[in-house]
T-cell receptor, first 112, second 116 residues
Framework: DQQVKQNSPSLSVQEGRISILNCDYT??????FLWYKKYPAEGPTFLISISSIKDKNEDGRFTVFLNKSAKHLSLHIVPSQPGDSAVYFC???????????FGTGTRLKVLA | DTAVSQTPKYLVTQMGNDKSIKCEQNLGHDTMYWYKQDSKKFLKIMFSYNNKELIINETVPNRFSPKSPDKAHLNLHINSLELGDSAVYFCASSQGLAGGVGNEQFFGPGTRLTVL
C-alpha cells in the first residue's frame, strides 16, 4: 500500500538549471508534507515542509508546491548546484497522527 | 559534534543471533524514532518514544524491542535475527511529536544490518 509515490527514481539536471522533483499521494487525509535530502552513508536531513493549508512554501533556492486536488507536490530547486546531488524523499503525515509515510526517493544528479 | 549518532554503523551477523543497535541524540529532543529502510528503499517507521513513553508501535515482529533508558537514548534490540531483517536502520529525534515547523526529525547516519 504505497500511499506516497515518487515515480522518478532518478533525474539529471545541468548546473544552473531548475530541478523539479515530484511526489504523488493517495490519502486525502494527509495534512503535512516534508522533503528530505539524503547523501550516501548519511541519514536524511530536513529540507523544507508545507502544510495542507498552503499551496507554496519557499526557502532560498528551494520551493515546494502543493496541489491538493491533484494530490501532488513538487520540489523546485533553482538554480541547481552540484552539491544538490543527493536522494530526495518526500514524506506525508495523516491528520491527527505523528507518523510520516515516506516515498522511495528520487536520485538527483546535478551535472557541472 | 554529531547530533544523532548510532552504533554500530555496520553490523554483520548470522541468522538466529540477538543484536542491539544504539542511538543517542544530544539535541535535547524529547521524541525519538526508529525507521527501517528496506531493499526497495522504503523508509518505514517502526517505533517512536516521547519522553520515554512508547507512542508509535507499528506492525513489527515482537523480536524487535525498543528500549529508552532516558530521553537522549533509544536502543533497538533484535532477537532471533532473520534474513529479512537485513536493512538500514535509522534513528531520528525531534522536539515534540513530529510535524510542523520547529519539530522536524533529525536522522542519524544509519546502521546497515546484514543477516547471513
Amino acid at each position: 500500500d504505497q500511499q506516497v509515490k515518487q515515480n522518478s527514481p532518478s533525474l539529471s539536471v545541468q548546473e544552473g538549471r531548475i530541478s523539479i522533483l515530484n511526489c504523488d499521494y493517495t490519502n486525502s487525509m494527509f495534512d503535512y508534507f516534508l522533503w528530505y535530502k539524503k547523501y550516501p552513508a548519511e541519514g536524511p536531513t530536513f529540507l523544507i515542509s508545507i502544510s495542507s493549508i498552503k499551496d507554496k512554501n519557499e526557502d532560498g533556492r528551494f520551493t515546494v508546491f502543493l496541489n491538493k486536488s491533484a494530490k501532488h507536490l513538487s520540489l523546485h530547486i533553482v538554480p541547481s548546484q552540484p552539491g544538490d546531488s543527493a536522494v530526495y524523499f518526500c514524506a506525508a503525515r495523516r491528520s491527527g497522527t505523528y507518523k510520516y509515510i515516506f516515498g522511495t526517493g528520487t536520485r538527483l544528479k546535478v551535472l557541472a | 559534534d554529531t547530533a544523532v549518532s548510532q552504533t554500530p554503523k555496520y553490523l554483520v551477523t548470522q541468522m538466529g543471533n540477538d543484536k542491539s543497535i544504539k542511538c543517542e541524540q544530544n539535541l535535547g529532543h524529547d521524541t525519538m524514532y526508529w525507521y527501517k529502510q528496506d531493499s526497495k528503499k522504503f523508509l518505514k517507521i517502526m517505533f517512536s518514544y516521547n519522553n520515554k513513553e512508547l507512542i508509535i508501535n507499528e506492525t513489527v515482529p515482537n523480536r524487535f524491542s525498543p528500549k529508552s533508558p532516558d530521553k537522549a537514548h533509544l536502543n533497538l534490540h533484535i532477537n532471533s535475527l532473520e534474513l529479512g531483517d537485513s536493512a538500514v536502520y535509522f534513528c531520528a529525534s525531534s522536539q515534540g511529536l513530529a510535524g510542523g515547523v520547529g519539530n522536524e526529525q533529525f536522522f542519524g547516519p544509519g546502521t546497515r544490518l546484514t543477516v547471513l
